[in-house]
């Protein structure tokens, strides 16, 4: 593998024997190492596809200063584990980007994340945001600022779109919005305070996600259809809950034009009950 262009001490790109080019990362492998050098392979922790979708990675860096890159790397590494994903070259650049303008902007402006936003987002995607404080801690300590709790907010968006597949990020605020609106209209119903905290509501969380990436990239969902029976049984074995989900339907058909299809209707009449009957038996 051949150095092309070296971003610094720690990222370099490259060019491998089938003509492809890399952005390589790894500890002091762009050390000395100048355009035409070989590119110590053992010093490679992880290597990203240069251009991905019509989209380089390396002019991408290019615009970036290498404190950013360096950061960036650094922050990858962190979560990748804690996500259970593997950042694509956009997600790098992406986020490298927010990074870079991050620390342009830092001294400059205060906090301005609502109490609200922060609320929904750390209880909605928990460990979204815990990724997001691993994140700025290692900012505040690498880069020498102290940046603002809601940077977390920001960097936790970017992290739920590395794990939902494409969607960008005026989805992933609709969703984070349209979820702490259902959740309310759950908790109205039943009257009671949901625990963020169980698995039930997790699971929760994560169908009504996963059924509004199904209709804001207009996915068709190629399981079969369920015996409509089961949605007969499903109103008569759990009556509130069915009418929970009915006002759901209704709230998604007058604010998005979403209409739930008697499918929709079985599998969250099930979590509904669900997130609410272990409080109720506790």
Sequence with gaps: MISEKTF???VVLARDDDNVEWVVVGRGIG???KPGDQVDKDKI??????????ISLADDLARISPDAISLTMQIIQ????????????YQLASLADHINFTLQRSQQENDAIEGTVKWEIKNLFAKEYQAAEVALQILNEHAKVILPEGEAVLLAYHFINTCSEKINLSHTIKITKLISNIIEIV??????????????FNRFVTHLRTFMIKHL?????????????????????????????LKVSSFLQKKEGWQLHPDDEVYLTLHVWR???????E
């Design 187 to 200: 908790q109205y119903q039943y009257g009671m305070i949901l625990d963020h905290e169980s698995f039930n």
């Design 78 to 89: 962190a979560v990748e584990p804690l996500l259970n994903v593997k950042f694509t070259s």
């Design 217 to 245: 990239t207009h996915v068709e969902d190629p399981a079969m259809e369920l015996d409509p029976d089961i949605l007969k049984l499903m109103k008569a074995k759990y009556p509130q809950a069915y009418a929970t989900v």
């Design 8 to 10: 610094n001490n720690n």
């Design 275 to 281: 997130v609410t009957q272990r409080q109720i038996i």
């Design 45 to 54: 922790e992880q290597r990203y596809v240069a251009v991905e979708e019509g």
């Design 31 to 33: 050390f000395g190492c």
